[in-house]
């Protein structure tokens, strides 16, 4: 399996592959530099950023399936939290859901964070659970996040998406137990977008999680 990168950003073709840097320099000029250039960047506009470079290798078609349908997948679930969860409950989800997306630009993510999470849709409607401790740090390679107490855990790295929406690739453990590789399985795999929404306050949405929910919000805050 490729390693992963984080902080992943779709990258220009390299120049030798495209076309260029013949050991004749004068064998593309005028016309053929052009096209050249064109169709490089057409290759560019024509496929989405989270469908190029190094990630493809990494996720799984199931669950690029799940982020295929994210938007479906939120809005059925709150619906459903709407009709069979509490007031407070409700509140709790939808101030969550409905802050705004800030500049992930000059945050910095590692340290200790407390983290909740609030399971939307699925067998109870809306259940919030309580604070627990995650942690993230940075290897060297990108972020990473470990949650690190709670019955359900999970394990990851991010990738940048947008200035304003990374994705995450994780995998899910009981309690103690060691975390999976990731692509071990749709029981372990995870996939899921994060979103900043404060100074520091920040959340993940699993769009249809194996377990119990059909979104899973995790919520951090210093």
Request: charged share 25%; aromatic share 10%; net charge negative.
């Amino acid at each position: 399996m490729a390693t992963w990168s984080p902080n992943w950003r779709a990258r220009q073709p390299d120049l030798e592959t495209a076309g260029f840097g013949r050991s004749d320099p004068g064998a593309i000029i005028g016309e053929d530099l052009m096209r050249h250039a064109a169709c490089a960047l057409a290759l560019i506009l024509a496929t989405p950023a989270f469908a190029t470079g190094e990630i493809l290798s990494i996720i799984t078609e199931a669950d690029q399936a799940r982020l295929n349908a994210y938007e479906a997948t939120r809005e059925e679930a709150v619906a459903e939290a709407r009709q069979g969860g509490s007031a407070a409950d409700i509140a709790t989800m939808e101030g969550a859901l409905d802050a705004e997306h800030l500049s992930f630009d000059g945050f910095d993510m590692t340290g200790d964070w407390q983290c909740r999470t609030t399971k939307v849709g699925g067998l109870a409607n809306l259940v919030v659970y309580s604070w627990f401790k995650c942690r993230v740090t940075d290897d060297g390679s990108g972020w990473r996040l470990q949650k690190l107490s709670g019955s359900q855990r999970t394990t990851g790295r991010f990738f940048t998406d947008s200035d304003t929406q990374l994705t995450y690739l994780g995998s899910g453990s009981i309690h103690n137990d060691p975390a999976p590789q990731y692509g071990s399985g749709p029981e372990s795999d995870q996939a899921a977008y994060a979103f900043r929404t404060g100074e520091n306050r920040w959340h993940i949405e699993f769009p249809a999680p194996h377990y119990e929910s059909k979104l899973d919000i995790l919520e951090f805050r210093r």
